[in-house]
């Protein structure tokens, strides 16, 4: 009994001895990888299983990519001022309201136009007066009854009463009240052009000073062209010259790109951060709003060559950007490149560390997966 279990034991383990091995033959060799030196060139058996295409070349123009805030340009913000002093009897506006030229903004009651009308009206009855004794003078004149002196005497006080006449009314032009109303110390503040209030110093009921003390009661801005104001850093300040073509990136509207162009490179860095002001300035659809913050693509004037490889031979690991590039005797070097604009079809631009008609594996994350297996 005992020998036949011991010949039945032996049997089976003869078998699965032959199983395991028939097994083991049949199945492919393992994948062999060595890695030498600092880890970056990898050592595999059977290299032919990882297709390998060449990398292709691309003409494109230099870019750089730089984060930036909307600001109003300074050259189409056209302040709002009072020539006269006085207390604000009523608002029309407020901050971020559009107005239209000619619009009223505010009233303000001024004793410095009531001043002014009094003044005027006076003007007037003396040139009324000063012209009617030039006409009796005439008429006194061409019958001899006076002297030519006297006739010049009172020709000249006409001329002096129409030129106090003149000056009192411009005056009153400045300060912005008509002659042809009802006199009234209240001064009617209008917009001088059509735009956007984007600054308010002045409330209902304040005080206003003369101009060489007071702030302006409002700024209006043309937003239909606004500027960009872009954070260069020194080291790239190269690549970014005056008339270079920009696109700008709404973080607000992403799917909407505005083209813009270069108009300054700020002169001073500043001392703290080592970057540079570039101006951007771009036609506003009615998109961009003050303090947004967009990104700038500066796109150069000078050509260069660039490689373009397969999405799929490009490899993120460690937030950096790999390829795998063959060398001789079945390795592979896993190279680290910086990645340019996605191209269609399933394209990928190479900006460096991948030069035009090198092979990359096609698919760098099987090689990659087989490399931790």
Same mark, same amino acid.
């Given at each position: 009994?005992?020998?036949?279990?011991?010949?039945?034991?032996?049997?089976?383990?003869?078998?699965?001895?032959?199983?395991?091995?028939?097994?083991?033959?049949?199945?492919?060799?393992?994948?062999?990888?060595?890695?030498?030196?600092?880890?970056?060139?990898?050592?595999?058996?059977?290299?032919?299983?990882?297709?390998?295409?060449?990398?292709?070349?691309?003409?494109?123009?230099?870019?750089?990519?730089?984060?930036?805030?909307?600001?109003?340009?300074?050259?189409?913000?056209?302040?709002?001022?009072?020539?006269?002093?006085?207390?604000?009897?009523?608002?029309?506006?407020?901050?971020?309201?559009?107005?239209?030229?000619?619009?009223?903004?505010?009233?303000?009651?001024?004793?410095?136009?009531?001043?002014?009308?009094?003044?005027?009206?006076?003007?007037?009855?003396?040139?009324?007066?000063?012209?009617?004794?030039?006409?009796?003078?005439?008429?006194?004149?061409?019958?001899?009854?006076?002297?030519?002196?006297?006739?010049?005497?009172?020709?000249?006080?006409? =001329?002096? @009463? !129409?030129?106090?006449? +003149?000056?009192?009314? &411009? #005056?009153?032009? *400045?300060?912005?009240? %008509?002659?042809?109303?009802?006199?009234?110390?209240?001064?009617?503040?209008?917009?001088?052009?059509?735009?956007?209030?984007?600054?308010?110093?002045?409330?209902?009921?304040?005080?206003?000073?003369?101009?060489?003390?007071?702030?302006?009661?409002?700024?209006?801005?043309?937003?239909?062209?606004?500027?960009?104001?872009?954070?260069?850093?020194?080291?790239?300040?190269?690549?970014?010259?005056?008339?270079?073509?920009?696109?700008?990136?709404?973080?607000?509207?992403?799917?909407?790109?505005?083209?813009?162009?270069?108009?300054?490179?700020?002169?001073?860095?500043?001392?703290?951060?080592?970057?540079?002001?570039?101006?951007?300035?771009?036609?506003?659809?009615?998109?961009?709003?003050?303090?947004?913050? =967009?990104? @700038? !693509?500066?796109?150069? +004037?000078?050509?260069? &060559? #660039?490689?373009? *490889?397969?999405?799929? %031979?490009?490899?993120?690991?460690?937030?950096?950007?790999?390829?795998?590039?063959?060398?001789?005797?079945?390795?592979?070097?896993?190279?680290?490149?910086?990645?340019?604009?996605?191209?269609?079809?399933?394209?990928?631009?190479?900006?460096?560390?991948?030069?035009?008609?090198?092979?990359?594996?096609?698919?760098?994350?099987?090689?990659?997966?087989?490399?931790?297996?």
């Amino acid at each position: 009994m005992k020998l036949a279990f011991a010949i039945a034991s032996a049997l089976a383990l003869s078998a699965c001895a032959r199983g395991s091995a028939q097994t083991e033959s049949s199945a492919p060799p393992p994948v062999l990888v060595e890695e030498e030196g600092n880890g970056t060139v990898l050592r595999v058996d059977h290299p032919e299983r990882f297709p390998l295409a060449p990398a292709a070349s691309r003409r494109a123009t230099t870019e750089l990519s730089a984060t930036g805030v909307v600001s109003p340009d300074v050259s189409r913000a056209i302040p709002v001022v009072s020539l006269v002093s006085g207390r604000v009897v009523e608002v029309r506006v407020r901050l971020g309201d559009s107005v239209l030229k000619g619009q009223l903004l505010l009233r303000i009651q001024s004793s410095d136009v009531s001043s002014a009308f009094s003044d005027y009206r006076k003007a007037v009855a003396d040139e009324a007066l000063a012209r009617t004794q030039f006409e009796r003078a005439q008429t006194l004149f061409d019958r001899g009854a006076v002297a030519k002196k006297d006739l010049e005497v009172a020709e000249e006080a006409a =001329v002096k @009463a !129409t030129v106090d006449v +003149q000056t009192t009314d &411009e #005056r009153l032009k *400045v300060l912005g009240v %008509a002659t042809d109303r009802p006199p009234s110390g209240i001064v009617d503040i209008a917009a001088p052009a059509s735009g956007v209030i984007t600054e308010q110093n002045v409330t209902s009921a304040a005080g206003v000073k003369s101009l060489d003390n007071s702030p302006n009661l409002f700024t209006i801005s043309d937003l239909s062209h606004v500027w960009i104001l872009c954070d260069v850093y020194e080291n790239d300040l190269a690549s970014v010259r005056v008339g270079d073509s920009a696109e700008i990136h709404l973080t607000a509207y992403p799917d909407r790109v505005l083209n813009g162009r270069v108009d300054n490179v700020g002169p001073i860095l500043d001392p703290t951060i080592r970057t540079a002001k570039v101006r951007v300035e771009v036609a506003n659809p009615g998109l961009l709003r003050i303090g947004m913050f =967009v990104t @700038a !693509t500066f796109h150069g +004037q000078k050509e260069e &060559e #660039r490689a373009v *490889v397969p999405a799929s %031979a490009v490899l993120h690991l460690h937030d950096r950007d790999w390829v795998y590039v063959p060398t001789a005797d079945g390795r592979f070097e896993r190279r680290e490149v910086a990645m340019g604009a996605p191209l269609a079809p399933r394209q990928q631009e190479i900006l460096s560390g991948l030069k035009p008609g090198e092979r990359v594996v096609t698919n760098a994350l099987v090689l990659q997966n087989t490399v931790e297996q």
